[in-house]
Each structure stands twice: as C-alpha cells, then as structure tokens.
C-alpha cells in the first residue's frame, strides 16, 4: 500500500539554524499537509497546500515557516530560524480529493532544538 | 472558536472487555475521523464518518456519529494487547475542510 514517507526520522539542530523537513506523499494524492505535536500535547494543524499554493495556514504558521513543492515528489517544511519551542514531532500528510478522502500520515520527524 | 473534547483522557481495560472513546465538537462538523497513533509513530486512518446516524465497522472497532453531527463514539469490542495506543478524532469543519483539528486524544492500555 502506498505510503507517505518523512526524512529525516531524527534532526537535531541549535537554536537559531535553518531546518528542511523532507515528505515524499502518496503519488496521486493532491493536498498536502504538516502538523506537529508537542511532546504531550494534541496533534496540531500548521498548513495545508494545494495547486502550488497554500491553502490554509494556522496561527502557528508564522514567517519562520515556509512550504515548498520543489518537483513533482517532495513536500518540504523550511523553519528558518530555529527557537527550542520549536521542538517537536512534525507529520506530513495527504490528501485526494473531497471530504471521504482521509488523511494519510507520515510516520514524523522528531527535532530537538538545543 | 471550534472546538473538539475526547474523554476519557485515558484508559485501562482488561483483555477481551469492551470500552468506548467519546468525541465532542462545539459546532456541526463536515466529517469526524479516527485515527489510531503508536508512541513514536505517525497517526493510522481507522474510519471516516459524515452522515447524521452513520454507523461504520472495521473488524472489532465501531464508530458512529450521531443524528446532529456533533458527537461520535469509537466502540472497541473484545479488545487485545494489538489496540493498545492512541486514539485521536480528527474534525472538519463546514468553511475549514481543507484542515482537520484533532482532539486531545485517549491513551488505551489494555493488560493481560
């Protein structure tokens, strides 16, 4: 079964460095997503990107964060400017189309910002 | 603003008893989703509802929604050692389909 995939499963970077988070989702999927859920905490929405563009984009999503779909494959999450509450586990996820079209995860990366 | 509750917060259950997972929205949602999360490891579809009153089955886990599209239920019967983990119902809502927000989630344990 196709499967969306993360890499790095591990990054750890200093505080104030530039991150790439690296999603390869499901080939015919057309939505794309990342989330991120602090050590303890919920399982939070950052962005969704569709056509090229973002979609929508929550609170969180500040200009430290950019998104990008360099080819026809990769779906990457840019922190520009780490700061240690940025440490967390991030999931990329897609999408087909239309509401009966679930969410399919990938397994995450987890970055610790020291 | 929306808003998603999950009770309880966790659970321990004994093998083969059953138990049930609630999730409350503020507002009528588009679809509920559940998803089940390992420790570590990225969120697994389980089931997907949209309709007031639907009812869906996968092996021993039901969900259903209710009639006003505010409050679902994951029921797990006979439950084993491989339902340990996380529970999470994710929302959409009319305006915000482009996104899901997830509840808090339920830990289950379930002890030999």
């Known amino acids: 079964e196709p499967e969306v995939t993360q890499t790095p499963s591990h990054q750890v970077t200093q505080m104030g460095q530039e991150v790439i988070l690296r999603c390869v989702p499901i080939s015919n999927h057309l939505y794309f997503y990342w989330y991120r859920q602090i050590l303890g905490q919920k399982v939070e929405f950052l962005v969704s990107f569709y056509n090229n563009e973002i979609s929508e984009k929550s609170e969180i999503f500040d200009d430290q964060f950019s998104v990008e779909r360099p080819d026809g494959s990769n779906f990457t999450l840019k922190i520009r400017s780490t700061k240690l509450e940025d440490s967390a586990m991030y999931f990329c996820?897609?999408?087909?189309?239309?509401?009966?079209?679930?969410?399919?995860f990938g397994n995450g990366t987890r970055l610790t910002v020291t | 603003s929306q808003e998603l509750e999950q009770s309880p917060q966790s659970l321990i259950v004994q093998e083969g008893k059953n138990l049930t997972i609630n999730c409350t929205s503020s507002?009528?949602?588009?679809?509920l989703y559940w998803y089940k999360q390992k420790y570590g490891e990225g969120l697994i579809f389980l089931m997907m509802l949209q309709k007031g009153g639907e009812e869906k089955s996968h092996e021993k886990i039901t969900a259903k929604l209710d009639e006003k599209k505010q409050q679902s239920s994951l029921h797990i019967t006979a439950s084993q050692p491989s339902h340990a983990g996380i529970y999470l119902c994710g929302a959409a809502w009319p305006g915000t389909a482009s996104k899901l927000t997830f509840g808090t989630g339920t830990r289950l344990q379930v002890t030999l």
């Open positions: 996820a897609s999408s087909g189309q239309g509401i009966d079209s679930p969410l399919h």
């Open positions: 507002k009528t949602l588009y679809g």
